[in-house]
């Protein structure tokens, strides 16, 4: 019997633009009707989230610490929360906005624009990797810049990756202390950064001479490819981003512009 299987991760970001791995998630539809939802949770990286942050996967009890969820014939309160229903009466025009045909609940949340607003949570494309390690010299060989080390280590750590080096490990036994020194730090120089660039606007300000953020200019022609590859889930809109050279809310906002001119 055929069957169609469909895979993602649930991931969370936060205030600073760190991506944190939480769970797999995988759908599973066969001939007959039946389908299973999965979810994998990656306690490693569940484990240093602070409350305030994260409160839990919708419908799963995580102190159960299983490594395996499973609903089978039931549409999960996760996925029930965040998608639209096969009996909404705009469900088709939903549909097309993410250039899909039929109503698959798990890879219209992978590819639709729309975030929960109940939490933080969302969901990427699996790419079948649960996990990345990195093997170098020094940390500083992650980066051309030392000033970008403190980042780049803290996405190895947030997403649940490895860092081996002469100079530090990065593993779950010492991914909490890691995560909670590196964040501090990095907490710390981002606001003092942050404070002495408002500083420089305000004096710009009174001073008249303040134009603002000039607009990022993207060639139409890459941008449009870069959408095509997002849109039909072959790269993620962190790739997207990272390619054109902007930011998420800047990329989205092209890409409804985009969908507008040819409406």
Same mark, same amino acid.
């Given at each position: 019997?055929?069957?169609?299987?469909?895979?993602?991760?649930?991931?969370?970001?936060?205030?600073?633009?760190?991506?944190?791995?939480?769970?797999?998630?995988?759908?599973?539809?066969?001939?007959?009707?039946?389908?299973?939802?999965?979810?994998?949770?990656?306690?490693?990286?569940?484990?240093?989230?602070?409350?305030?942050?994260? +409160? &839990?996967?919708?419908?799963?009890?995580?102190?159960?610490?299983?490594?395996?969820?499973?609903?089978?014939?039931?549409?999960?309160?996760?996925?029930?929360?965040?998608?639209?229903?096969?009996?909404?009466?705009?469900?088709?025009?939903?549909?097309?906005?993410?250039?899909?045909?039929?109503?698959?609940?798990?890879?219209?949340?992978?590819?639709?624009?729309?975030?929960?607003?109940?939490?933080?949570?969302?969901?990427?494309?699996?790419?079948?990797?649960?996990?990345?390690?990195?093997?170098? +010299?020094?940390?500083?060989?992650?980066?051309?810049?030392?000033?970008?080390?403190?980042?780049?280590?803290? +996405?190895?750590?947030?997403? &649940?990756?490895?860092?081996?080096?002469?100079?530090?490990?990065?593993?779950?036994?010492?991914?909490?202390?890691?995560?909670?020194?590196?964040?501090?730090?990095?907490?710390?120089?981002?606001?003092?950064?942050?404070?002495?660039?408002?500083?420089?606007?305000?004096?710009?300000?009174?001073?008249?001479?303040?134009?603002?953020?000039?607009?990022?200019?993207?060639?139409?022609?890459?941008?449009?490819?870069?959408?095509?590859?997002?849109?039909? &889930?072959?790269?993620?809109? +962190?790739?997207?981003?990272?390619?054109? &050279?902007?930011?998420?809310?800047?990329?989205?906002?092209?890409?409804?512009?985009?969908?507008?001119?040819?409406?």
């Amino acid at each position: 019997m055929r069957k169609l299987t469909t895979a993602g991760l649930i991931c969370l970001e936060d205030d600073y633009r760190f991506v944190y791995k939480i769970a797999k998630i995988k759908y599973e539809e066969w001939e007959d009707g039946n389908f299973r939802y999965t979810f994998s949770p990656y306690y490693n990286v569940i484990d240093i989230l602070p409350d305030r942050l994260f +409160q &839990g996967i919708p419908g799963l009890d995580l102190s159960l610490r299983k490594k395996v969820y499973v609903r089978s014939n039931i549409v999960p309160t996760f996925i029930a929360e965040r998608t639209p229903s096969d009996r909404r009466e705009d469900v088709r025009t939903l549909l097309e906005k993410n250039g899909m045909t039929s109503l698959n609940r798990l890879e219209w949340l992978i590819h639709t624009e729309t975030r929960y607003s109940g939490d933080r949570l969302f969901v990427r494309p699996f790419d079948g990797n649960d996990s990345v390690e990195y093997y170098r +010299q020094s940390m500083y060989d992650l980066v051309i810049k030392s000033d970008d080390v403190c980042r780049k280590l803290l +996405q190895i750590i947030c997403f &649940g990756d490895y860092l081996y080096a002469d100079d530090v490990t990065i593993d779950d036994e010492s991914r909490p202390y890691y995560y909670r020194i590196l964040m501090s730090m990095y907490i710390h120089e981002y606001e003092r950064k942050r404070a002495y660039r408002n500083l420089g606007i305000e004096k710009a300000k009174e001073m008249n001479v303040y134009k603002g953020r000039p607009r990022i200019i993207t060639d139409p022609l890459l941008f449009d490819k870069i959408a095509t590859d997002y849109l039909s &889930g072959k790269i993620s809109w +962190q790739s997207a981003c990272n390619m054109l &050279g902007i930011s998420r809310a800047t990329f989205y906002r092209r890409l409804r512009n985009k969908k507008k001119d040819k409406i």
